[in-house]
Every structure is written in C-alpha cells, then in structure tokens.
C-alpha cells in the first residue's frame, strides 16, 4: 500500500491516500463501527475528512463555542496528515495502546546503547524484557523480534524496530 501523504486532486484539493497500516485488524468489527458513527457526527460537511470547521462544529453542538484557534490546530497536528477514517482510526488506536512516540523508544533503547551504535544484542534485550518492569514470557519477545531487524552477529536494530512499533511496518528506503 501507498505511505500516508496527501496528493492534489486535479481539481486542486487535497485528498489523502491510503494509510500503510492494518489498523483495522486492532479493533472489533463492533469497535469500527463505533468508530464510524463518531467519525460521522464529527465531519459535520460530509467531506470523508475532519478539519478545524468540522471540529468548531462538534464543540458548538456540545455547548462550548469559545474554542480556540491554537486548540483546534494543536488537535490536527496530532495527524500526520488530513484525518479520514483511516486516520481517526490510528489516532484512537495509538491513544487507545498506549503506544509511545517513536523518539520516547528510540530514546528508551539508547539508554541500553551506551556506544550508540544503533543495535543492541539480541540476547541481552530479552534478558532484561523478561526479567524487569512488565516482565514479557518469552513467546511475546519472540513475537516482537518477528518484526526486528538482527544482523549474522544477532543484534537488533532498535531504530528500525522502534519505527515498526509506531508505524506498523518497515520504511521503504
């Protein structure tokens, strides 16, 4: 599937492609729908997208008509790009996981990275996953290093490993 960007439509607008997630697969059929019908009642216009106008609509149908400018901005950017249904998904999915951004891990990782070399050795990082905090059984760390980059020398990459958490698959380089 395409990455997420917008493209102009040859009428000049703007649409979006389709997001490069299987965001779908992390909820149940009924989660959706309810995701749909609240998506629904926030693109006040019906346009398949929620922009500022749609989100001063949403707050004046709720009773509160002195939302800011800076707020509502501050609520799109939490996008990365124009917010269709695809989108709302993944804002509530990462919201809903608690999943944390992709410096918050790398940042986590480099901790263990004393050399900065950008890996850490596979074997250690399962130690401590198992052993510290929320422990992990080993069938979970296994399930994690399906999605991880290890070299001949069984280190992880923890940069590629860390964008997967966050963004669902592999950058195209």
Known sequence: MASRKTKKKEGGGLRAQRASSNVFSNFEQTQIQEFKEAFTLMDQNRDGFIDKE??????????????????????????????????????????????????????????????????????????????????????????????????AAGNLDYKALSYVLTHGEEKEE
């Open 54 to 151: 749609d989100l001063k609509d949403t707050y004046a149908s709720l009773g509160k008509t002195n939302v800011k400018d800076e707020e509502l901005d501050a609520m799109l950017k939490e996008a990365s790009g124009p917010i269709n249904f695809t989108m709302f998904l993944n804002m509530f999915g990462a919201k809903l996981t608690g999943t944390d951004g992709e410096e918050t891990i790398l940042n986590a990782f480099k901790m263990l990275d004393p050399d900065g070399k950008g890996s850490i050795n596979k074997d250690y990082i399962k130690r401590l996953l198992m052993s510290q905090a929320d422990k992990m059984t080993a069938e979970e760390v296994d399930q994690m290093f399906q999605f991880a980059t290890i070299d």
